[in-house]
């Protein structure tokens, strides 16, 4: 099991909402904590800086902040890229660069001497061992205001538990696309190989990286992200309930089996998903909600105001 979260401030702010974006989505995660104990993660959507993008990447096991932190920017240089600010953060590094080329070309340039969590002009994923309460306030979650994010803990099952095996994913090569999953691709070799014939890249084995990739790849084609969400309905095999998540909008798709969970409540304001009631309840004390759960082999799409 694993446990996936989302919110959507629908005109781009609170409103009556009495709680940061950050807590909300690690309340969420706090109250389906049995459902996944090993990591926590969450993909946050910042206002964006003109000209510049958010890049963060993994320090390696053993490594030095200072060190790796030097070593990136040497590595991010040769590759034309302006780094205009580093900040090391528990396991991670966060910088703030300029660059105007082919960021799947720079992913493809740099995949094999540094760890990329995340790129894009909002993105920023924050994610490691441990439970959410824990961490929450070891990275500043509970600082993150924007309108957006979705969220994930998980349990490991097919993989050990590290940092870089820890939900959400970005699509590797493209800005600002991040998912969460609950479940299991069946097909995720061939897709992989197919996806990789076309020129998309791949940073781990885990499924729930692939579906990110293979939205970005529909998209990058031209498709749009409600198309992609359909699309993947015929194209990925197995059991899953997913979220995806943009620059401006937040989307799910779940498979004809619907053995996956996922919960909705939605108002004139925002969307709050979660994979069980008891999660959304958590954000909403002593209120009856009308939440819903979205039927087999459907997929939906939500918005903010711009």
């Keep these: 099991m694993c446990a996936i979260a989302g919110i959507l401030f629908k005109n781009g702010r609170r409103g009556h909402f009495d709680m940061s974006t950050g807590e909300a989505l690690t309340r969420i ?3 389906t904590l049995h459902r996944g104990p090993d990591s926590a993660g969450w993909a946050l959507y910042r206002e964006p800086e003109p ?4 890049m963060r990447f993994l320090i390696p ?11 990136i920017q040497a590595v991010l240089e040769a590759q034309g890229v302006q780094v205009i600010d580093a900040s090391p953060l528990g396991c991670t590094i966060g910088m703030t660069v300029c660059f105007e080329g082919d960021l ?26 441990g439970q959410p309460l824990d961490l929450a306030p070891r990275y500043g979650i509970g600082d993150f205001d924007g309108a957006h994010g979705i969220a ?4 490991a099952t097919e993989s050990g538990v590290h940092p870089d095996t820890s939900h959400p994913f ?3 090569g493209f800005a600002d696309i991040a998912t969460v999953h609950n479940g299991q ?3 995720y070799w061939i897709m992989r190989r197919r996806l990789e014939r076309r020129g998309m890249t791949f940073q781990t084995e885990n499924d729930t990286e692939l579906i990110a990739v293979y939205l970005a790849y529909r998209m990058s084609r031209g498709a749009s992200l409600e198309d992609a969400l359909k699309t993947s309905l015929a194209d990925l095999d197995g059991t899953f309930s997913y979220l995806v998540a943009t620059r401006d909008a937040i989307g799910y798709a779940k498979d004809k089996l619907a053995a996956k969970p996922m919960v909705k409540y939605e108002d004139d304001d925002m969307i709050v998903i979660s994979s069980e009631e008891v ?15 979205p039927a087999p082999l459907t997929y939906g799409l939500w918005s903010r105001s711009k």
Excluded: M, Y
Excluded at 61 to 71: L, Q, W
Excluded at 279 to 293: D, H, K, Q, V, Y
């Design 29 to 31: 995660l706090d109250a």
């Design 51 to 54: 000209g510049r993008l958010r």
């Design 61 to 71: 096991d053993g490594g030095d902040a200072e060190s790796e932190t030097a070593t």
């Design 104 to 129: 799947l070309a720079l992913t493809h340039a740099i995949e094999h001497q540094v760890k990329l969590v995340s790129v894009g002009e909002s993105l920023d994923i924050i994610k490691d061992v």
């Design 152 to 155: 994930h803990i998980r349990l």
């Design 170 to 172: 970005w699509a590797c």
């Design 185 to 187: 691709i069946t097909n």
């Design 279 to 293: 999660g959304i309840n958590r954000l909403f004390p002593g209120r009856a909600l009308a939440t819903t759960e």
